[in-house]
T-cell receptor, first 117, second 115 residues
Framework: DTAVSQTPKYLVTQMGNDKSIKCEQN?????MYWYKQDSKKFLKIMFS???????INETVPNRFSPKSPDKAHLNLHINSLELGDSAVYFC????????????????FGSGTRLTVV | AQKVTQAQTEISVVEKEDVTLDCVYE???????LFWYKQPPSGELVFLIR??????QNEISGRYSWNFQKSTSSFNFTITASQVVDSAVYFC????????????FGDGTTLTVKP
């Protein structure tokens, strides 16, 4: 059973299109994240949701919109795709007990390689 | 500000050598968490270890060991008797609630183990 699953694994699309990446976790974790990994392998956080509530919203273009229908799902929708959006997008989840509580490491999905042509 | 520095961009060793990956961090929080992740050539990101700021005990897991020193703000990772399968990008990460609970990743160290 896959703990954090992302679909699709590969996504090739033309500039200007709108696309979505889906993420689901079956670990019962309360917090989910989207990270972007560029061609130099740098990992940058984009968004974080805790129990469906947005708690981290980094400086990303507003063409990127996360949606969390429930705490097991965190989807990423991207409008008007640009060449610079090409990257690997990782979904992750963790069970954090907040400040003062125990914070655990992330379980990552396998990544979605987005190529904009 | 919260920052993680992995000064070694790339390291190349021959199988069976020991290798240490350095990680230096900055945070103004007194409670924080440090992590190491591995990204093999297949691309997935795998959690290796978590250490909280009030536990400076070093840890050993098989050929892997971690040395946490608050005095030097370092959390170094040593692989003993390296193997080809250890070839990967290794990321150090820091999470603190002074930074809204965000995890900041270092830029990664690419380790190549040659047979």
């Amino acid at each position: 059973d896959t703990a954090v699953s992302q679909t699709p694994k590969y996504l090739v699309t033309q500039m200007g299109n709108d696309k979505s990446i889906k993420c689901e976790q079956n670990l019962g974790h309360d917090t989910m994240y989207w990270y972007k990994q560029d061609s130099k392998k740098f990992l940058k956080i984009m968004f974080s949701y805790n129990n469906k509530e947005l708690i981290i919203n980094e400086t990303v273009p507003n063409r990127f919109s996360p949606k969390s229908p429930d705490k097991a799902h965190l989807n990423l929708h991207i409008n008007s795709l640009e060449l610079g959006d090409s990257a690997v997008y990782f979904c992750a989840s963790s069970q954090d007990l907040g400040q003062g509580g125990t914070n655990y490491g992330y379980t990552f999905g396998s990544g979605t390689r987005l190529t904009v042509v | 500000a919260q920052k993680v520095t992995q000064a070694q961009t790339e390291i190349s060793v021959v199988e069976k050598e020991d290798v240490t990956l350095d990680c230096v961090y900055e945070t103004r929080d007194t409670t924080y968490y440090l992590f190491w992740y591995k990204q093999p050539p297949s691309g997935e990101l795998v959690f290796l270890i978590r250490r909280n700021s009030f536990d400076e005990q070093n840890e050993i897991s098989g050929r892997y060991s971690w040395n946490f020193q608050k005095s030097t703000s370092s959390f170094n990772f040593t692989i003993t008797a390296s193997q080809v399968v250890d070839s990967a990008v290794y990321f150090c990460a820091l999470k603190s609630w002074a930074n809204a609970g965000k995890s900041t990743f270092g830029d990664g160290t690419t380790l190549t183990v040659k047979p």
